[in-house]
């Protein structure tokens, strides 16, 4: 069973930074950040595939490559979502996942492969 909490969302205006954290109790080879704006189903944003070397693989929507960033703080056991150029449609609740562990599957997982999720952080970004 893996643990996950969810901080750092909170209001800003378009064009702000960002900083969610999720600290987790273990250390999961494949985390996610998801988000479900208000009506809309859950998708992912970023997701991190923590190789055996200790190197990572990133994924990122499309929506987000180049505004968001996802990394960890293995000190701190703690995955990060750096948000940058916040957009009125980055307005979600933020979720963090993690699946078990598994091998490289070389794609991002879909949400149903994730298998612990915490219980979410609130962005809202106004125009």
């Known amino acids: 069973q893996v643990q996950l909490a969810e901080s750092g969302g909170g209001s800003v205006q378009a064009g702000g930074s960002l900083r969610l954290s999720c600290t987790r109790s273990?250390?999961?080879?494949?985390m996610a950040w998801f988000r479900q704006a208000p009506g809309k189903e859950r998708v992912w944003v970023a997701q991190i595939y923590t190789n055996g070397d200790g190197s990572v693989t990133t994924y990122y929507d499309d929506s987000v490559m180049g505004r968001f960033t996802i990394s960890q703080d293995n000190a701190k056991n703690t995955l990060l979502l750096q948000m940058s150029s916040l957009k009125p449609e980055d307005t979600a609740m933020y979720y963090c996942?993690?699946?078990?562990?598994?091998?490289?599957?070389?794609?991002?997982?879909?949400?149903?492969?994730?298998?612990?999720w915490g219980q979410g952080t609130r962005v809202t970004v106004s125009s």
């Open positions: 273990a250390y999961p080879n494949y």
């Open positions: 996942a993690a699946a078990r562990p598994r091998s490289w599957v070389g794609r991002p997982l879909f949400s149903t492969e994730y298998h612990y």
